[in-house]
């Protein structure tokens, strides 16, 4: 039965264990905090005889901001968005990589563990001892065929995506907002003896968003 009281016929505000983060179709569970800022140049224009501003033009907008995870024992938006379980292809996200950088562990077809992949002191084997990354050099017959489709190995080799912020509090109130086309730059981590649990942080560039629009109230909460 709905509430008739008149607290729930006020403004409607969520806090973080009421809002859901979702990449795709994929419910990302690690996520503890996301944040965002817009900025836009804008700079006075003046002219002779006075020293206020007669007018201001506008430029340039970014929106960036950071995505907080918490760490266990995988990375977590590499294991949420391109090293995921087999059975999860259907879920990830590949991208063209330069033959000469692609790590077998990540090429698409037959894949290799990441035990089983040579290091040595000049980089990752291909497929033999002795045969550097930084030494291969494909033979090029054609516009792209230097290229192959493979699983991201770094955070910024992750295609663009969105992410979008889904509310519901206990009063049946819905919401949602958008963060459109996020490209993801620096990652990082770090890890103490003073630490309970570890955090992976990453700061991503973004080309829109959509602000906090509401959806009503759940159909349950409706009578």
């Known amino acids: 039965m709905a509430l008739k009281s008149a607290f729930s016929r006020g ?10 983060a979702v990449i795709g179709a994929n419910t ?11 900025s836009r140049e804008k700079a006075p224009i003046y002219t002779m005889g006075s020293a206020d501003p007669r007018a201001f033009a506008r430029g340039k907008r970014a929106i960036a901001g950071s995505l907080v995870f918490i760490q266990f024992d995988f990375e977590p938006i590499m294991y949420e968005l391109a090293n995921m379980d087999p059975k999860e ?4 996200i590949y991208f063209l990589s330069d033959n000469d950088d692609l790590r077998p ?5 037959e894949q290799i563990s990441v035990q089983d992949t040579v290091v040595t ?5 291909l497929n033999a001892p002795g045969a550097p990354v930084q030494n291969q050099e494909s033979q090029i017959t054609h516009a792209g065929s230097d290229q192959s489709v493979a699983l991201p190995w770094y955070a910024d080799q992750i295609l663009p995506f969105d992410v ?3 509310a519901a509090n206990e009063y049946g109130a819905l ?9 993801l730059m620096n990652s990082g981590y770090g890890v103490s003896i003073d630490d309970i649990v570890s955090e992976h942080s990453y ?3 973004a080309t829109g968003l959509i602000p906090w629009t509401s959806q009503g109230t759940h159909p349950d909460m409706i009578g």
């Open 164 to 166: 979008v912020l889904s």
């Open 121 to 125: 002191s000049v980089g990752t084997s």
């Open 105 to 109: 562990e990540y090429t698409v077809g």
């Open 203 to 205: 700061t991503f560039i």
């Open 28 to 38: 990302i569970g690690t996520l503890q905090g996301i944040s965002y800022q817009v």
């Open 89 to 92: 292809e259907s879920r990830r």
């Open 175 to 183: 919401a949602i907002m958008k963060l459109l086309g996020l490209e």
């Open 11 to 20: 403004y409607n505000s969520f806090s973080g264990v009421d809002i859901t």
